[in-house]
């Protein structure tokens, strides 16, 4: 079992930053990539960026390519995503997420991920 644990959320105006964090814990040794995905109300959960765990090889939904950016500290089991540039539309429930399986590319779907944390609010005003 991993449990994830993010922080970081906050309400922030537009053109503003936050970086949140995600913690890992329990079998941290078998992730092998961890992920970022937002829900806003009524909408579909969405992937937003990813980074492996051995490479540290990014990707990132284009709406926050050159804005936002996924790093990680292996020794602390802890990914970041700085969020500058924050825009309304960037308000969501931001969920951290990892995965077992060999990246294959479905980085991106919901379903390629094991567990997820609680999620933390992010709200941009305007």
């Known amino acids: 079992q991993v449990q994830l644990a993010e922080s970081g959320g906050g309400l922030v105006q537009a053109g503003g930053s936050l970086r949140l964090s995600c913690a890992a814990s329990?079998?941290?040794?078998?992730?092998?990539?961890m992920g970022w995905f937002r829900q806003a109300p009524g909408k579909e959960r969405e992937f937003v960026a990813a980074?492996?765990?051995?490479?540290?090889?990014?990707y990132y939904t284009p709406s926050v390519k050159g804005r936002f950016t996924i790093s990680r500290d292996n020794a602390k089991n802890t990914v970041f995503l700085q969020m500058n540039s924050l825009k309304p539309e960037d308000t969501a429930v931001y969920y951290c997420?990892?995965?077992?399986?060999?990246?294959?590319?479905?980085?991106?779907?919901?379903?390629?991920?094991?567990?997820w944390g609680q999620g933390t609010q992010v709200t941009v005003s305007s």
């Open positions: 329990g079998r941290t040794f078998s992730i092998s990539l």
């Open positions: 980074i492996t765990w051995s490479s540290g090889s990014t």
């Open positions: 997420a990892a995965s077992f399986l060999r990246n294959s590319g479905d980085y991106y779907y919901a379903s390629f991920y094991n567990y």
